[in-house]
């Protein structure tokens, strides 16, 4: 049974108002979100920055160290305390990262928005990732996701501006949804969730309004998800990885449309559900 760490319940707004004229000079005021900088400190030692919305920063930090591999348990860490006064989030674990400097050197930027980043050597452990060769997904569940993040109410329909990533169990219900300035930082809130919860990834389903690049991939595989849905395209690093991995990408999922790219044996097809209304319980 994992130690739960103490963590801050840090609250933040997610929007600002701020004022505009439109074409005719009138004047109004739109919501827009609200990014700003959270610098992480590890043991006293500065990590990084991270560029966030700011909607879960505790569970963000957690995932961010969890899919960079610096941290392997959740019982190393004692406490992740959010102080948005300062822009800073402290972690404090319980026995020091061994070879931080090292681990931490080698940084690859990728394609994320925000420039996210990750630690050298993640590639290197893809071929240890093994996701479960069992796991399928229903046509009909697929519909069913993709109508459940169209009706979701989000930042995204007030502000627009920010990407969501929303993580489902092999039915289709929804457990968790995460909106931020990047892609890359929700995928790692949501991988913190899931680590405070102790939710294994195996028949779980990956939904992200953004693009599925290699990183995201990773993330994915790291979390043990099979299934990584898009209502955008891939990269071709993105495609390269998936394949390896045995992991189904499906991009451009909106309505009733979607291409399947990779493990294509993974996705049970029901043809009588493409013309059906699909309702989201």
Same mark, same amino acid.
């Given at each position: 049974?994992? =130690?739960?760490?103490? $963590?801050?319940?840090?609250?933040?707004?997610?929007?600002?108002?701020?004022?505009?004229?439109?074409? =005719?000079?009138? *004047?109004?005021?739109?919501?827009?979100?609200?990014?700003?900088?959270?610098?992480?400190?590890?043991?006293?030692? #500065?990590?990084?920055?991270?560029? %966030?919305?700011? /909607?879960?920063?505790?569970? $963000?930090?957690?995932?961010?160290?969890?899919?960079?591999?610096?941290? +392997?348990?959740?019982? !190393?860490?004692?406490?992740?305390?959010? !102080?948005?006064?300062?822009?800073?989030?402290?972690?404090?674990?319980?026995?020091?990262?061994?070879?931080?400097?090292?681990?931490?050197?080698?940084?690859? *930027?990728?394609?994320?928005?925000?420039? /996210?980043? @990750?630690?050298?050597?993640? @590639?290197?452990?893809?071929?240890?990732?093994?996701?479960?060769?069992?796991? +399928?997904?229903?046509?009909?569940?697929?519909?069913?996701?993709?109508?459940?993040?169209?009706?979701q109410n989000s930042v995204y329909k007030q502000a627009g501006?920010?990407?969501?990533?929303?993580?489902?169990?092999? #039915?289709?219900?929804? $457990?968790?949804?995460?909106?931020?300035? /990047?892609?890359?930082?929700?995928? !790692?809130?949501?991988?913190?969730?899931?680590?405070?919860?102790?939710?294994?990834?195996?028949?779980?389903?990956?939904?992200t309004t953004g693009r599925l690049t290699s990183e995201m991939?990773i993330k994915g595989g790291q979390m043990g998800i099979p299934?990584?849905?898009?209502?955008?395209? %891939?990269?071709?690093?993105?495609?390269?990885?998936?394949?390896?991995?045995? @992991?189904?990408?499906?991009? =451009?999922? %909106? /309505?009733?449309?979607?291409?399947?790219? %990779?493990?294509?044996?993974?996705?049970?097809?029901?043809?009588?559900? *493409?013309?059906?209304?699909? +309702?989201?319980?």
């Open positions: 049974m994992n =130690r739960r760490p103490l $963590l801050s319940n840090a609250v933040i707004n997610l929007t600002r108002s701020v004022e505009v004229v439109d074409e =005719r000079g009138r *004047v109004s005021e739109i919501a827009i979100p609200a990014e700003r900088p959270l610098t992480v400190y590890v043991d006293k030692r #500065e990590l990084v920055t991270l560029m %966030t919305l700011g /909607g879960a920063p505790e569970a $963000l930090t957690l995932g961010y160290l969890r899919n960079q591999r610096l941290v +392997r348990s959740l019982d !190393d860490i004692a406490s992740v305390q959010v !102080d948005w006064d300062v822009d800073a989030v402290v972690v404090t674990t319980r026995g020091g990262i061994d070879d931080i400097e090292a681990r931490t050197a080698k940084r690859v *930027v990728t394609t994320g928005c925000g420039q /996210g980043s @990750m630690f050298g050597g993640l @590639m290197d452990e893809v071929d240890a990732i093994v996701l479960d060769p069992a796991a +399928r997904l229903r046509q009909s569940v697929l519909y069913r996701i993709v109508d459940t993040i169209r009706t501006s920010v990407h969501g990533c929303a993580l489902f169990t092999a #039915e289709g219900d929804m $457990l968790y949804f995460v909106e931020d300035v /990047g892609r890359h930082n929700a995928v !790692d809130a949501i991988a913190g969730r899931m680590w405070l919860d102790d939710v294994r990834g195996d028949d779980k389903i990956f939904y991939v299934f990584l849905l898009s209502r955008s395209g %891939t990269t071709q690093m993105g495609h390269q990885v998936a394949d390896r991995l045995n @992991m189904a990408l499906l991009a =451009r999922c %909106t /309505g009733k449309h979607f291409l399947l790219l %990779t493990a294509k044996d993974r996705i049970v097809f029901e043809p009588e559900y *493409v013309d059906r209304p699909v +309702r989201v319980a």
